[in-house]
Structure formats: structure tokens, C-alpha cells
């Protein structure tokens, strides 16, 4: 079929469907029922022919008649994207049901909302569920770093990559997120480029503003480009770590961040597309300036979307290495990473455990570390936690995520409650007004615990392990009172001392430590850049076959559903070593 015959078949189809809807009544706004509306993505029948090979004006006049058959439907076009015959829309029940109806329309689908797929040390536990401080948070010392040199610095062997001056220039790593705190020193004032895909946030166009009021990408950012020597300082670290900060896995990569998460950690289809297709433009071959890039999205969720499937296989085809975090449900792998064309990242801990979070399936292709990561946060975003009593000061101390910042020094006294838990909805204890409350962890969630302390007028709060290993505690709402998580030992230390008192500190930081497939990814992201920098021919087929031939089997021997082919190992797939 020649190209001419094959348009002209696609624009018929598209012309008769869109004549008889014009002929048809249009839809009464005064009498529709606008809160059915909804927003969809569509696809067209693509042209036997690739789109790509369509000449501008062909391609222009098929999208068109696209248009036009979606307002003939009785739809509003918000977004359309010519190359892969699809088309963001909004649609009444009515313009729905019209749309499907049109011969040209391959399918139309609800446009899925995707999340950030990570946060603070401890957000993805709940309690009476296996989560993360009972799973491998065993002492700090393992996740404390080496200089600046992190444990999945150390896991991806950073420090030898580094003195080799393998560190993924030229290649450039474009990661679609939050957005990130370019003013964070770890950042040197190095980043390539930065744009806002979500249209809903107003007021965050600029990299060197307040952009990132979640702190995701900040994160993600760091681990992938941290730079040697150029952290905060003492004030700005958490306990334990060096004052210069950490460094990214390739610092030597040229950055970019494609905010097509919002405010609150999610996105839409639309967005994420966009960013990705941002990031693709880039490469030379698309008028950009950059030979190589890779997409990292430490994103997930929603459902299967032809759309999204279209987007990531045209961008694969144009020669980016797509990277995507499986999820953090212990459940099936979602999306982006199960797609075709797409790399999945599972998460591992220090023991080259599986973490208990992360998504498990056929597409998991390399794992990373994803447990107890440390990385850049927005300046003074973070927590850091201090506890001293019975005359010295506890190690293994964790903030909660949302917790108040300040000093108490104060009486500590029990919640109460079955074993100490303080569990129950209404549960109060007058008892602990003014005091720092002890409580234990158990079957209720922190969130419970946490609230019915605050209401009984607690000034700090104190939750011990109830199992040996760092408690990293996950909260919903913010509170004005600082609230700590210690070990089990110290825990049961302070209850046989009772009555004692304790001073407990939380103050600000610039640096965090994260869980979740979402700090596996950029890892993955950036060994992949050093090792396409270090041999620049392959392709990013051959890219994906290096790093998954030369990974470290873990599990099973060969690949399996919770390791994929293993830990991504940057240095062999180099060195051959």
C-alpha cells in the first residue's frame, strides 16, 4: 500500500465519521450532566505505515482530521500527540459513547494517575504488616556512608568507578519526577534543563524556585548526581554522615528534570507522556544536543494504557533507554515498568534481600538498592533526630517524616493501652499532657499512635521497636511535636528506668534517607549512563543486553520474578571484572 493510498484511507474514515456526527443533534449543555465528564485518551487507527515516516504535512493533516473527529464526537482535544495517533480528551457520557463509535477510533481509555514510588525511611512500613524496619534497618552502620560514599554507592562500586573517571559524561540522564531543589549545593549549579508538564501547580517554572514541595525528586536527583565534595555541611547532615554530603552514582552525566509529578507525588498520563517526549527531544536525532539519553521514572501505578504503551515504545524507538521503578505493593508490577520498552527496577536492601515492598513479575530486569537510601532533600526539608537519656545519647535514632521540629526535655511516661500501644481511636491518657510519651509499636499504625499522643497533650513522642532493628516511622498528617522513632533495646531501657526523663531533638536537614523502587531506579538510571558513556556505540538495545548479562544473579540462578537478571553491576559490564 503506498503511502498516499494508506493516508487517504485513514483521512476517509476519519471525514465520514466526523460528517455524520456533525449531523447528528448536538448535545444540550444546559442539559448535560458535566459531573459524569471525564478525562480519556484515545487512539486512532494508526496508519499501516509508521507515523514517523509521514512527511510534516501528512502527519499534520492526520492529526486534523483526528481533532475534528473529536470535537464532532462532542469532546474537548486537551492534548494530542500526532506521532502515535492519540489524543487527550475530556468527554461527557454522550461524546464517550459517540467517540467509541467512530470507525477511525482504535480504543478510548480513563487517562490513569501515576505516583512517586518512594518517601522517607519507614513510609511504607505499617504496622502488623512486614515492612521495612522489620525487615533489614538492622544498625545504622550498614546504611551509615563511607565518607560520601553510600551503601548503594558501595553496592554499584561508585568509588572505583570514580577513580576510573567513569562517571557518565556525555551521556545525559533526564528524569521525570517532582521536580528538584537546583539551589541544593549537591547540584553545583550544573543542571542542563528543567521544564513543568503539570499544568494544575502554578509557580513552578523555575529550577531555582520552589518547585519541588515534596522532595521525590530531589532525592531521585541526588542519587543519580550528587557531586563530590559540595554537600552543606555539618548542619544541613543527618547524624553520622559526612559534612560534604554524598555523591550521585554518575556525577559526571548532563541532567535534566521533567516535572510531571505535582505537589502531592502524582500525575497524570498526559504529563508523564509529555516529560518523556521532552526528554526524547534531546537527542540530536530530534534536533536536541544530547547522543544518549536516558529516561528515569521513579513512578508507578494506575493500569495498563495502550496510549502510555505507544508513547514508551515511539520514545524506545528514537533511541532513549526508558528506566521505571516496579512498585512498592509486594504485589504485580506496575506501570510504566510493565510495559514493553521499559526497564523494571526492583529494590533490594543491604543484604541483597528483596525488599518486602518491592513488586515482583515477569518484567522486573534489574534490582538496586531501594532500602535505607540517603540522598539530597529541598534545603532544610528533612528530619534528623537526636535522643539522649539514662546519661548518654542513643544511636539508631530516626525522625518521623512529618514530624515537629524542635528540642523537649521532659518526663517520659507511658501511653498506655494494651502492651503499650496506645491503640484505638479514641484512646487518651491525661496522664501525658506535658510529658514525652513512650510508646511501643505494634498493631495500630503510627499515625494512631501518633495522634492520640498529640491529643492528649504529649510535647514529644517516642515510639521503641518492637523487634530488634532501626524504627523508621511513616506518618499521614504533619504535627507540631517532635516524634522519634528508637530501637527495641533502647525502648525497654527507658521503661525499666521510668521514672526518668529524656531530651529529644528534631531539627532540619538537606538530606534524608528514602525507601522504595523509586530509590532502586535512579541507581539503575545512572549505572546505565557511566556504562553507555564508556562504550558509546551500543545502541539502547545493546545497552539493556550488557547491563543484564553482567548483572550479579541473585535469587533463583538466571532471571526470575523478584530479581530479574540481579543487581545492576556498572563495573563488570565496563571492565568485563
Known sequence: MSLNRALLA?????????????????????????????????????????????????????????????????????QQWADISAAAVHLSPSALAALKANPGVEYVELEAVHHALGGPSGSLNREGSAGLSSQSLKAQ??????????????????????????????????????????????FAGKLKGYKNFVTTDANREDPYKLNDVEGHGTHVSGTIFAQYGAGTGAAGKQPGMDANGVVGVAPGVNLYMARVLGDSGSGSSSGIINGVNWCASKLTSQGGTESKVVVSLSLGGGRASQTEQRAYTAAYNKGVLIVAATGNDGAAVSYPA???????????????????????????????????????????????????????????????????????????????GTNNEFCGTTASNAAISGKIALIKRGTCTFEEKTANAVRSGATGVLIYNNAAGILGIGLTNAYSVPVVGITQTDGEALLAALPTSATLSVTGADYAYFDGT???????????????????????????SLLTSTATDLGTAG??????????NPLKAITGQ
Open 338 to 416: 510493565a510495559y514493553n520498552n521499559v526497564v523494571g527496577v526492583g529494590a533490594i536492601d543491604a543484604d541483597n534481600a528483596k525488599a518486602s515492598f518491592s513488586n515482583f513479575g515477569t518484567q522486573v530486569d534489574l534490582v538496586s538498592p531501594g532500602v535505607g537510601v540517603l540522598s539530597s532533600v529541598p534545603l532544610g526539608k528533612g528530619t534528623a533526630a537526636t535522643v539522649s537519656a539514662l546519661g548518654r545519647s542513643f544511636t539508631d535514632v530516626s525522625s518521623a517524616d512529618l514530624s515537629g521540629k524542635g528540642t523537649i526535655t521532659g518526663s517520659v511516661v507511658l501511653a498506655g
Open 518 to 544: 523509586s530509590m532502586a531506579t535512579p541507581h539503575v538510571s545512572a549505572a546505565a549512563a557511566v556504562v553507555w558513556a564508556a562504550k558509546p556505540t551500543l545502541t539502547n538495545a545493546g545497552l539493556l
Open 559 to 568: 532471571k526470575d520474578n523478584n530479581f530479574g537478571y540481579g543487581l545492576v
Open 141 to 186: 552502620a550498614v546504611f551509615n556512608p563511607s565518607g560520601e560514599y553510600t551503601w548503594g554507592d558501595n553496592a554499584l562500586k561508585v568509588a572505583q568507578l570514580r577513580a576510573s573517571n567513569y562517571t557518565g559524561a556525555t551521556v545525559a540522564v533526564c528524569v521525570g519526577d517532582t521536580g528538584i531543589d537546583a539551589t541544593h549545593p549537591e
Open 10 to 78: 485513514a483521512t476517509l474514515a476519519l471525514s465520514l465519521a466526523a460528517c455524520s456526527q456533525q449531523n447528528a443533534a448536538a448535545p444540550d449543555a444546559s442539559t448535560t450532566d458535566l459531573s459524569s465528564t471525564g478525562n480519556y485518551l484515545v487512539g486512532f487507527k494508526e496508519n499501516p505505515l509508521s507515523a514517523q515516516s509521514l512527511n510534516p504535512q501528512a502527519l499534520q493533516a492526520q492529526a486534523a482530521l483526528q481533532a475534528q473527529a473529536v470535537t464532532a464526537a462532542g469532546g474537548t482535544l486537551t
